[in-house]
């Protein structure tokens, strides 16, 4: 067979959606399995939405719409973010995409290039480092740590920059980690990226799901202090529970926003003209129904922490966002006779039923990642699976070396 592209070599497949192709294989062949590894919500998608992709369908709004989205979903994205955030941006600094996804990858593309060493910070979603290294740049984890909340320090990224440094990704709320930035650490982030004239690519794909009453202005400071080089990425998928529909968008300076378009152009072309009608009801209508879902999230997350930290050896701290518990299971590797996270989640899914996702996915080994966009019960039978999957493994391990 000829070869393929030399790209292909240097890019994982998506380890969580590996994990939802087994959960959907042993599904299909009759096994139950809960799944604590799904990263999309369980609600339906918000009311409005599903009514105007009925009427967009009905008025036949369904053809080409221009290729950065239509006017009046950049109007209901502007309108959106001024409300929640202050801040003013023109239609001709928005672009509408396939997703956040697209919208991450777009950017990815746009700014950065071979030699480029471009900085986000671990545990990391596995999809921003896979994108550097297709946009021919290097990646650069700065560690964060389970100590320390997972916190995004600005002090870590600042020594990690290099004369080849172009730009910093953050993502926040952080999927795995939950972690939600402090405002004064962003601040230092957009002053360092203002003077030095660095992209900083703020991926907010979960900025509706916050659960302290903690600020989070992120585009409010970067409006304010880095504006030239600062884009925004957002999604209508976990807000309005919508990760079927593929739309999100990016906000920047008008080049960047051109670039994405002119990418996009050849690419995929406009986001679905039905999702784009659906997304608009969403963001212009009552955002009500996303805090019922917060609420829920929120209730769900003090369960489940009070469920798994019954059992010492499993180490987790309470997530201030998204929803995900990133869990150490260190100690419980080491009782159980596993070696990696991997093994562990192997294991687990085999011998219990529960599916996680293994940390290494993330690039921290050691962990789990816990999604809790799942029902109550789910969640309770779960994690008593899974503490009692830990105390028989223990038994057993401790058995086998006496
Ligand atoms: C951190 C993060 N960013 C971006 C996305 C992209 O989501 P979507 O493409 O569905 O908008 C996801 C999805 O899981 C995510 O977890």
Redesign the pocket.
Known sequence: MAKLAARTACISGSATQAVTTTVDRLRRSGIQVIDFGA?EPDFPTVEVAKVAAHQAIDANFTKYTPNAGTAELKRAICDRYRTDYGVEYRESEVIVNA????A?YNAALALFGPGDEVLTHAPY?P?IPEQIKLADATPIAVATSAADGFAIRAKAIREKVTPRTRGIII?SPC?PTGAVISEQEFEDIADLCGRQGLWLVV?L??EKLIYDPVPHNLPGIIARKCRDVGVLCG?A?KAYSM?GWRC?WTIGPEPLIAASGALQSHATSNASSISQKAVTAALSGSQEPVRVMLEEYRARRDRLYEWLTADPRVKCHKPGGAFYMFVDVSDALTAAGLQTSTEFAAALLEEARVAVTPGESFGAPGFVRISYATSMDNLREGSRLMLEFIRARTASAASTRR
């Open positions: 990263g997703g956040g996804k697209q991450l979603w999809t993502n999927n991926d794909t979960y999604s998928s990760t999100g």
